[in-house]
């Protein structure tokens, strides 16, 4: 999603304390608990009892009656599950559904306990009785955002992220292109630790600091420590001094690493953080390139250090002439003239070095399980699935692909679905928001709630709410009833985002991603959009899902 300010992020120095208050704990359940993350074992049932027990801890559930309540069904049905009754499951978890509706009206839990475990119920009833398949989605998070890793709009993990996606939308049998949309230029950014089998870091560029010419900088790390002048020795001529930020100005640093003959300056932070570090040099305008990391990183060179030279290579330079990439795939009906089209969108391009798991490896994935299931769609409407690129620069493949259809296109779009975040694991976040431009319900909206409804799906957890920022608004613009769907904060108030702290930061990993919430997620939507365009489902069951897998 595209960056925004916001209104409120949790406490990264209250998860710092946590963390570093916690170093001998390396258990999933450990983890979970520092940041505040829905746990996911792959046995729904006792990881549903766990967050029970998190709740608990935290006060979301307030008596110890509704605990033993809640896991006395919950322990009922993982025993029809041990015994294979699938029928009986689903129907105990209905069951359980209007258990957590009375103990919300009654007070013995909160409105986030209430829509947690809603979630793990639809996560188990749709693994089960659906079509939509969250472990699908999983495996294609992980390609995205772990073996593809970021993907900056116009850069070669976007173009990668492109042709995967694509490939797999091919292989469904769709009609499938790969757009090229032009971009304003951007900043390449390269650190490689060469003496480290060119291990890439992240970094970021200091402003006010010269770019690198060609193929960049190469040398020895110097270890400068705090930048004193104290620090330097002569050592440090020809090498790229490593200073820790903190103490004297960075600019004052900067000085003193020239003062000594370095030819480059990396800052690494004296905090853990989840974002790269930002410095000011204030009214130095030095002659070295200068950019910072993480203290992880920083703290990982004095290390080596320790054990010989490290060489490493920086670059910073300005890219032109860039492009970003869509993906767009059609599925257009036999001997129909004209026909009406439904769009399923979500953006494959991610902010620089963040992995972009939840942001928006989540939705695309969401995407490509739903063209998955459509692919023997045979009805009178045209699908049309878009991954665009340049959605964090504002909407850039979006607005180029809308603005190449022609005016008869447009108006034979009838809605558009935005998928753009729809998997974090962060427990605050506990509702699916549908969110319009203007606030106000249309199609999309409608048919969510309608398709809620026929799923037993609370449609309290799929509030309507005014927001922009994503590849919804261009279609709003021409006309098109359009949504985005994103897990965020009950309360949220109009406009605003109150969603992960992991948002747009090398933290938004595979991780904190929840296979529940996307369930919940891709359940509803696929059932909206199959109620919109006369989709039979193939029995109503899950052909690659069983029982087994949601335990």
Do not use: C
């Not at 990439?325 to 004209?338: D, L, Q, R, Y």
């Not at 997620?521 to 052909?543: H, M, P, R, W, Y």
């Amino acid at each position: 999603m595209k960056r925004f300010g916001l209104k409120k992020v949790f406490s990264i120095a209250i998860i710092i304390a946590f963390l570093l208050g916690t170093n001998q704990m390396s258990s999933t359940a450990a983890e979970n608990r520092i940041f505040n993350d829905m746990p996911h074992t792959g046995n729904v049932f006792a990881d549903m009892e766990k967050q029970i027990d998190y709740f608990k801890e935290d006060g979301n559930i307030r008596s110890d009656i509704a605990v033993r309540t809640l896991k006395m069904h919950i322990s009922g049905v993982a025993l029809f599950q041990k015994q294979g009754q699938t029928d009986k499951v689903i129907k105990q978890m209905q069951s359980f559904k209007r258990l957590l509706d009375n103990q919300k009206s009654s007070g013995g839990i909160s409105g986030i306990a209430h829509d947690v475990l809603n979630t793990y119920t639809q996560y188990a009833i749709g693994k089960i009785n659906g079509s939509f398949n969250s472990d699908n989605v999983m495996k294609h998070i992980k390609h995205l955002s772990v073996d593809i890793g970021p993907r900056e709009a116009g850069s070669e993990g976007e173009r990668a992220g492109a042709e995967y996606i694509e490939s797999v939308l091919k292989s469904y049998g769709y009609e499938t292109k790969i757009e090229e949309a032009p971009r304003s230029n951007r900043v390449e950014l390269i650190l490689k630790v060469l003496s480290d089998n060119n291990k890439k870091l992240p970094l970021r560029a200091v402003s006010g600091a010269p770019q690198t010419t060609g193929d960049g900088i190469t040398g020895n790390i110097y270890h400068a420590g705090a930048g004193q002048p104290s620090d330097f020795t002569a050592a440090a001529r020809g090498k790229i001094a490593l200073i820790q930020n903190g103490g004297i100005t960075a600019g004052a640093k900067v000085q003193n690493a020239m003062a000594a003959g370095a030819i480059g300056v990396l800052i690494y932070d004296n905090q853990d953080r989840f974002t790269l570090p930002s410095v000011s040099l204030g009214s130095v305008r030095p002659n070295i390139p200068v950019a910072t990391i993480t203290k992880k990183d920083g703290e990982a060179f004095v290390s080596q250090l320790s054990k010989g030279n490290v060489e490493v290579q920086l670059s910073i330079k300005t890219l032109t002439n860039q492009k970003t990439v869509n993906v767009i795939a059609v599925k257009k009906p036999k001997g129909i003239e004209n026909p009406e089209i439904y769009y399923i969108g979500s953006h494959l391009d991610s902010v620089a070095f963040a992995p972009g798991a939840n942001d928006d490896a989540s939705g695309t994935s969401t995407l490509m399980e739903l063209a998955r299931i459509f692919k023997d769609y045979d009805g009178d409407k045209e699908l049309r699935f878009a991954a665009f690129g340049g959605e964090e620069l504002g909407f850039v493949g979006s607005k180029y692909h809308i603005g190449n259809l022609s005016e008869d296109e447009v108006k034979r779009t009838k809605v558009q679905f935005q998928m753009d975040m729809t998997g974090t694991a962060w427990v605050p976040a506990s509702q699916l928001f549908i969110n319009t431009v203007d606030g106000k319900s249309n199609l999309v909206s409608q048919s969510t709630h309608q398709a809620a409804e026929k799923l037993d799906i609370n449609k309290d957890l799929l509030p309507v709410h005014m927001l922009s920022r994503s590849d919804h608004v261009p279609f709003h613009e021409k006309g098109v009833p359009s949504a985005l769907f994103i897990w965020m904060e009950p309360g949220t108030p109009p406009g605003g985002a109150d969603i992960e702290p992991y948002y747009h930061s090398l933290e938004d990993k595979i991780e904190h991603v929840s296979p529940e919430r996307i369930q919940l997620t891709g359940d509803v939507v696929f059932k909206a959009i199959s109620d919109l365009i006369g989709f039979q489902e193939n029995g109503g069951k899950n052909e690659e899902a069983s029982l087994k897998d949601a335990s």
